[in-house]
């Protein structure tokens, strides 16, 4: 069966950086485009970034970027998230989704059922 799991979340300064991984297993992970999404404390889901099978058609949700980075390794079957310059604003649990999406309009709220497959999630806190 399908399965995402997050990991790399942890406690951050301001200004600080993490890496998130996203293992994939029971499908072919390249086939398939993948995204995060993250919810802050008392908040809905909030899309934050999309890529395509083969790691293109890269799309951010406007906070994050140039701060964040999505990538891919296939070969490992591992989604990632490289998050610089982190804010407090930031402070979410981060979740791996199969899927994609872009969002015209920001923030961009979504629901489990915008994607096929989620993980559990990994819990990122920015604070001094």
């Known amino acids: 069966q399908v399965q995402l799991v997050e990991s790399g979340g942890g406690l951050v300064e301001p200004g600080g950086s993490l890496r998130l991984s996203c293992a994939a297993s029971?499908?072919?992970?390249?086939?398939?485009?993948m995204t995060w999404v993250r919810q802050a404390p008392g908040k809905g889901l909030e899309w934050v970034s999309s890529t395509n099978g083969r790691g293109g058609n890269i799309v951010y949700t406007d906070s994050v970027k140039g701060r964040f980075t999505i990538s891919r390794d296939n070969a490992k079957n591992t989604l990632y998230l490289q998050m610089n310059d982190l804010k407090p604003e930031d402070a979410a649990v981060y979740y791996c989704?199969?899927?994609?999406?872009?969002?015209?309009?920001?923030?961009?709220?979504?629901?489990?059922?915008?994607?096929?497959?989620w993980g559990q999630g990994t819990q990122v806190i920015v604070s001094s």
């Open positions: 029971g499908f072919t992970f390249s086939e398939y485009a």
């Open positions: 989704a199969r899927g994609y999406l872009f969002c015209g309009i920001q923030p961009c709220s979504v629901t489990r059922d915008d994607f096929s497959s």
